[in-house]
């Protein structure tokens, strides 16, 4: 058998085991998210927000696959807050009113 560029590629990335990323990353990337949105975003752009988290080397964790566990994830942190009309509201951080 031929050890090809590709598949030595391959072994390579096996051997090294794929990290999760942490939920404080996904916590501080929600946040930048909404802050970068004035404070309240649909949901489809934080899921993609924390997708856009997964690389190769660095996947989500378990009960972070799917978007609806996405969602639910996200849910579940202390700054946000789903409104009626399903806009997630960042609850802390933003500048006071004048």
């Known amino acids: 058998m031929k ?34 949105e004035g404070g309240a975003a649909g949901m489809g752009l934080l899921v993609k927000c924390v997708k856009a988290l997964q690389t190769k080397t660095k996947k989500l964790p378990k009960h972070c696959k799917s978007n609806k566990q996405i969602a639910k994830c996200i849910l579940k942190m202390d700054f946000v807050v789903k409104h009626r009309y399903e806009d997630i509201i960042l609850t802390v951080g933003l500048p006071k009113r004048k």
């Open 3 to 36: 050890l090809t560029r590709h598949l030595l590629r391959q072994l390579i990335i096996e051997a090294i085991e794929p990290k999760e990323v942490k939920i404080k990353d996904i916590e501080k990337a929600v946040r930048k998210c909404l802050e970068k």
